[in-house]
Nanobody, 118 residues
Framework: QVQLVESGGGLVQPGGSLRLSCAASVSIFSINAMGWYRQAPGKEREMVAV??????????NYADSVKGRFTISRDNAKNTVYLQMNSLKPEDTAVYYC?????????WGKGTLVTVSS
């Protein structure tokens, strides 16, 4: 069982920045893929950014809508993944969920709300 605890959501003005954090209850080295999804009101949950553990390096994948604005990173010592969000837009408003894939199991955090509004 993997527990994920998110933090860092809130209200920000358009063009602003936020950093989300997700701490895992297990070693990050035991997690195959870890990242962020989001769900806006009335829409389906979508992938935002995921870091996948490869044989020799970490591979990252971003949604087209956030490329160049969002950056996923990880702190192995803290078993934590971050999502740095810059140049935020109103359409980025959503509940952001941390995700971890361990072998055939998928784990989700409870979500943190990000609201981009003036």
């Amino acid at each position: 069982q993997v527990q994920l605890v998110e933090s860092g959501g809130g209200l920000v003005q358009p063009g602003g920045s936020l950093r989300l954090s997700c701490a895992a209850s297990v070693s990050i080295f035991s997690i195959n893929a870890m990242g962020w999804y989001r769900q806006a009101p009335g829409k389906e949950r979508e992938m935002v950014a995921v870091a996948i553990s490869g044989i020799s390096r970490i591979m990252t994948n971003y949604a087209d809508s956030v490329k160049g604005r969002f950056t996923i990173s990880r702190d192995n010592a803290k078993n934590t993944v971050y999502l740095q969000m810059n140049s935020l837009k109103p359409e980025d408003t959503a509940v952001y969920y941390c995700y971890a894939g361990v072998h055939d199991m998928n784990y989700w955090g409870k979500g943190t709300l990000v609201t981009v509004s003036s």
